[in-house]
């Protein structure tokens, strides 16, 4: 763990960097000196700049040994060692790397060289760390960093600059180019770097290049308009953007020679190809600039009148009816089987109830649009803040978890990392963080393996605009992949990285063997090893030697996450923190690649192919401490994605949900940075399915909750979060307030209170609410801290890293300063266009200490920040608790899906999900996550829906009940009304009508079709009579008797070969529990069909209504379970055994039980027994 020497228990820190493998004996490394991470901008004027200069470290001293490495500042600098941490670089031996011996202690000068902090280094190396023990960096052989190329002799000399020299400037001969010979002039009192001399005729140079640089500063030039005839009545005018030249300076004759114009003005404006319009002399009006820039990034569509009005009205003409259906039915009870009326009414009642709780959140439903041209003009076009035209979005950190390659496959969390690196964000922008839950060194080899393969795969996504960007499912499709494609070496190129895919598919489906066959050989060497060592000291070669069986990474050194055979600090629940930079951050500048040879597949030279930036994470674990599963392993995320790359936006997705339109985040980032976007805290897009059979036999698509009711939402305070395919903004996560709020006060919400949450001293905050600790200028010293801000280590935690990256990410996620009213905080055009500072090793140090196990004790993590801990449904309490603040969310629904996942198709898999997202439902009604205690922020009818999210498995009690009363009916030969009288028929078919044009109107606003909605209403009643009841058990046993509730993982389907069965998981039967309910209630109405068919037959006097009435409800309820009894049989019609020992026992029992309750008519000596 690293701390900083200005918190009070902070220590000297040592970081071990080991390096394995062969050839690396004389390898050492330095680190480079922590800086202060909290200034974004290097704009001396930006509310981010730092107060005064960074102190630069100083010189690197290193051992005779040639094995120790350490750094430390100047003697001058000692006084403020507050702000810095002194390292400690060892290099012990591994067993194939033995330690240096004397005669080689001398460090030759190409090794000194290499002590100095660069990207390979960081992406080269394992960061581990946790509970008791330090920080340690073990570095590797990586494959994925190229080297350097040599820089070429006319390139210019000094650091970091490549730029081409010029000669002359200096006798020594020291070569640098034109901008850093400005610098000097500048910065160095006109010294030359390289002999330290002044610079001959430095005064005169100054003036003749200063103002080219300014007006080069000022507006990108545009192609000469010398050709052109101007028109007499234009005049030339002196130009204001050199106010700074010497008074000898003529403008007009340097525009002349530089073949530059006036920029963007509105004397004269050329056309598209400068002069050579059919106009007046070629010219046109100037275009209005600014009119395209302030148009909105989105815009919301309303569902049309002439369906929304008749679906309102129908919503009331059928609660009319269900009430006065619901009056009759109380004020006529059936006299003859009064118990039968009374569980009848009583469920009756429970579905209105249910049923208003589900409709009244759909009054209001809208669509929404984006401008992605706009989003592109507003914050990637040149202007006089950001001249170069660089990205001035912000950054967005991308989190994929995983838990078990064995239930998810490598293979799948690859493809979804592919379709991550290849988006098109800018890629300086983008950080993609993987989250192993597990440590297993399977998934951290195949995401090394991704990484390589990423350098052909993204620049051929990009070259070509490959959608989907997924290289399985774009080799998969079965449409004609030459649409759309117009480069003539598409097809060569494709062919080639379809032959690498395939390589690479074949090398991460052996990665298994090859990690048992190679941990197997270096555990029989350590054994032999161990033997001969025993054997050299007298022991006796027989004993056994005690040699834990390790997983050994490729490297030759102890994988320090999860080991196959679990021992000690490498179990599942027992191992070290792991964090590794597989891709180091990129430049800011493109970088475009070479022609197609040997080594490059693809012809490069017009594609930027830099990578965004990619990190393995692994949290440590430790026995005795609650790691709260996913909410846990995503807050860990969180924390780590803050020290090293900070982005203000989050987007979460599962490993098996990969992005599907390359454009999604660009239409997420339009609701983000739109006006009233600051009090946006995610945004919401819907879950599409692939692999789901084509009668989607258990309603995987849910297109009704995606389509109808998250549209819905979206019309109020937002749509819910469902724990994928999220962008969130970072300070909403951080249980900060919005800037503005609404108070809902009176009766349904009706009296509105405007709130001001940025202003503290004006607004009253709830207990649930915290402010931002920064509202301005962080930097000033008392005016912009709010009292909040001394709260933050008892928050967030004692990183001080972690506390400085707050209002960075909150000024980051500020809207443009143009989109604002007064008096409102902003952030200006261009501030986000610079550079993203470099990754260094006390970086990952950091981030390393912020992963442990107890860093989260005695802090908000889990209860106000972050993922919301105590429920298996952690993304809904967490989208609640943000809604609950003031915050609203929006539902974006993208042209083309923005992202695509799996889902499970064999039935027990489905009901085990269920059984998940129910139980996680009623842990919620019992919490006080419950919205009847919701803050008077939230809308009355978002509150009507958390609420219905915590009821409706209870629903299923009731369901059962009713289920089962057409059986009881037939069996009994009563029915729940005395006789089918016409008024109840009357308003049975009102019921029925109204539900059916109310579902008909619903398809035709949401885009669904009926076949969805059938399937929906099916699985609702399956879900009902089988995961829902026992939800409702198991939350009451946590409840009541505190039974800590466990779930398994859900199986990820892996990627089908070619010539499998594609479904085949759809025909498999596995025997759960869950099946009983359902089962049963089968069998029984099927025999109370058959009994009640029989009594009415040979009845004297058969009462033939009560028969129709009981067959009737009987039909409904087999026909909603049909798709449940066809899973069963399974493609030959096996069902396990016990399924009908279970049923068919449970049918006898309750037919003995009804019998015995009201035998049947006649002689009454049934109980007795006569003996022949």
Not at 898 to 906: D, Q, S, V
Request: glycine letters at 8%; hydrophobic letters at 35%; a neutral charge.
């Amino acid at each position: 763990m690293v701390k900083t020497a200005s918190s009070p228990s902070s220590s000297p820190v040592t970081i071990t960097i080991s390096s394995g493998g062969k050839g690396s004996g004389a390898r050492s490394m330095g680190l480079t000196s922590p800086v202060p991470r909290a200034s974004i901008s290097n704009n001396p004027n930006s509310p981010l700049s730092c107060k005064g200069n960074r102190a630069s470290s100083g010189g690197i001293r290193t051992s005779s040994g040639g094995r120790y490495c350490s750094m430390s500042k100047d003697d001058t600098t000692e006084e403020i060692n507050s702000e810095f941490v002194s390292y400690t670089v060892h290099i012990p031996p591994t067993p194939d790397h033995h330690s240096i011996s004397d005669s080689q202690t001398s460090i030759p000068e190409d090794v000194r060289n290499m002590i100095k902090p660069d990207r390979s280094f960081i992406s080269g190396t394992i960061f581990t760390g946790g509970f008791n023990s330090v920080t340690r960096g073990h570095v590797i052989d990586c494959s994925m960093e190229r080297p350097e190329p040599v820089k070429s002799t006319l390139a210019c000399g000094m650091k970091g600059c490549d730029e081409k020299a010029i000669q002359g400037k200096c006798e020594c001969g020291f070569r640098i180019c034109g901008e850093c010979y400005l610098d000097c002039l500048a910065n160095g009192e006109g010294h030359c770097p390289g002999c330290k001399e002044p610079y001959k005729g430095a005064s005169e140079d100054e003036s003749e290049d200063e103002p080219s640089s300014e007006a080069e500063d000022q507006a990108l030039p545009l192609p000469s308009m010398a050709d052109s005839k101007l028109d007499k009545r234009l005049s030339l005018v002196k130009s204001f953007k050199a106010q700074n030249h010497p008074p000898d300076f003529d403008h007009t004759r340097w525009l002349f020679e530089t073949k530059g114009t006036y920029g963007y003005g509105n004397a004269v404006w050329p056309k598209d190809g400068y002069g050579a319009g059919s106009g007046a002399n070629g010219f046109e009006h100037p275009p209005d600039f600014f009119e395209k820039r302030k148009r909105p990034l989105t815009r919301k569509i309303g569902v049309s009148a002439a369906i929304l009005s008749p679906y309102r009205l129908l919503i009331a003409m059928r609660l009319v009816a269900l009430g006065l259906f619901l009056t009759w039915r109380i004020r006529h009870p059936n006299r003859e089987a009064i118990w039968l009326w009374g569980m009848s009414i009583t469920c009756e009642l429970w579905f209105a109830f249910s049923w208003l709780l589900d409709q009244l959140p759909k009054l209001c439903p809208v669509n929404r649009v984006t401008n992605l041209s706009v989003l592109k003009e507003r914050f990637e076009s040149p202007n006089l803040r950001n001249p170069k035209g660089r990205s001035d979005l912000p950054g967005i950190d991308v989190f994929v978890s995983t838990a078990d390659p064995e239930k998810e496959p490598p293979l799948v969390t690859a493809n979804t990392i592919l379709s991550i690196l290849a988006v098109d964000y800018p890629v300086e922008k983008v950080a993609c963080y993987l989250s192993d839950d597990g440590g297993s060194l399977l998934t951290f080899e195949a995401l090394a393996e991704t990484a390589s393969f990423s350098r052909f795969w993204v620049p051929f996504c990009r070259k070509h605009n490959i959608e989907p960007r997924n290289p399985e499912a774009y080799f998969a499709q079965k449409r004609n992949f030459l649409k759309n494609k117009v480069r003539l070496d598409f097809v060569r190129e494709r062919r080639r990285v379809k032959r690498e895919y395939d390589e690479f598919k074949v090398r991460i489906n052996s990665l298994p063997d090859s990690i048992r066959r190679r941990s197997g050989a270096y555990n029989a060497h350590e054994e032999l090893r161990l033997k001969k060592k025993q054997m050299e000291m007298g022991g006796n070669p027989s004993e056994p030697t005690n040699v834990p069986k390790a997983t050994w990474m490729s490297d030759g050194s102890h994988w320090p996450g999860t080991w196959a055979s679990a021992e000690r600090d490498h179990s599942r629940g027992d191992h070290a923190g792991i964090i590794q930079a597989m891709l180091a951050p990129p430049n800011a500048e493109p970088v475009f690649g070479a022609e197609a040879d040997g080594e490059n597949l693809i012809d490069t030279t017009e594609v930027d192919i830099r990578l965004p930036m990619l990190v393995y994470v692994s949290r440590e674990k430790r026995p005795g401490y609650d790691h709260n599963k996913k909410a846990g392993a995503m807050n860990a995320l969180v924390r780590t994605s803050a020290i090293m790359s900070n982005g203000p936006f989050i987007l979460n997705l599962d490993c098996d949900h990969y992005i599907y339109n390359s454009l999604a985040l660009r239409e997420g980032m339009c609701f983000m940075l739109d006006r009233g976007g600051d009090r946006i805290c995610y945004v919401q897009f819907p879950q599409r399915f692939e692999g789901i059979d084509p009668n989607d036999r258990y309603a995987n698509h849910n297109t009704v909750f995606f389509d109808v009711s998250m549209r819905a939402l979206d019309g109020l305070q937002g749509p819910m979060y469902v724990g994928t395919g999220c962008i969130f903004r970072r300070t909403a996560l951080y249980g900060f307030s919005p800037p503005r709020a609404t108070e809902h006060r009176g009766w349904f919400g009706r009296k509105k209170i405007k709130l001001f949450l940025r202003k503290p001293k004006l607004a009253k905050k709830e207990d649930d609410d915290a402010a931002l600790p920064i509202t301005g200028n962080f930097n000033d010293d008392d005016d912009g801290f709010d009292i909040e801000s001394l709260l933050l280590p008892k928050r967030f935690g004692n990183s001080s890293s972690l506390a400085a990256s707050i209002p960075i990410a909150e000024y980051q996620g500020r809207l443009l300063q143009e989109l604002q009213g007064k008096g409102s905080h902003g952030r200006p055009a261009g501030s986000l266009a610079v550079p993203r500072e470099p990754l260094d090793a006390a970086t990952v140090a950091e981030a390393i200490s912020v992963i442990s196990c107890f860093y989260e004790d005695k802090t908000e993590w889990g209860k106000r920040v972050g993922w919301i801990y105590g429920s298996v449904t952690e993304d809904v309490v967490t989208g609640y608790r943000m809604h609950n603040r003031g915050w609203r969310s929006i539902y974006c629904v993208t042209k083309r899906d923005a992202f695509r996942g799996t889902a499970p198709i064999n039935l027990t898999d489905r009901l085990h999900q269920v059984l998940r997202w129910a139980t996680g439902s009623v842990e919620i009604f019992f919490s006080r996550n419950n919205a009847l205690f919701a803050s008077p922020r939230m809308k009355f009818l978002q509150r009507v829906a958390y609420f219905n999210v915590g009821m409706y498995p209870f629903t299923s009690l009731f369901l059962i009940v009713y289920c089962i009363l057409p059986a009881v009916s037939l069996f009994s030969g009563q029915f729940i009304v005395q006789s089918l009288d016409i008024t109840f028929l009357i308003f049975l078919l009102a019921i029925t009508l109204t539900l059916c044009l109310l579902s008909v109107l619903e398809i035709k606003w949401s885009g669904i079709t009926l076949h969805d909605w059938w399937r929906n209403e099916q699985f609702w009643l399956i879900g009902g009579t089988s995961a829902h009841p026992a939800a409702v058990l198991q939350g009451l046993l946590k409840v009541i008797a505190g039974v800590d509730i466990s779930f398994t993982l859900t199986s990820k389907s892996a990627t089908p070969e070619d010539g499998d069965d594609e479904f085949a998981d759809l025909y498999v039967v596995k025997w759960s529990f869950l099946m009983v309910p359902p089962i049963t209630i089968m069998m029984v109405n099927l025999i109370a069909i058959a009994v009640g068919a029989t009594r009415t037959l040979y009845s004297p006097f058969p009462q033939w209504s009560k028969l129709v009435g009981g067959v009737f409800f009987s039909f409904w309820v087999l026909c909603h379970l049909y798709p449940f009894a066809k899973g069963l049989m399974g493609r030959r019609g096996k069902v396990p055994t016990i399924v009908f020992v279970w049923s068919g026992l449970l049918s006898i029992i309750i037919s003995l039980l009804w019998v015995y309750i009201s035998p049947p008519s006649g002689r009454q000596d049934y109980m007795n027994f006569h003996f022949p």
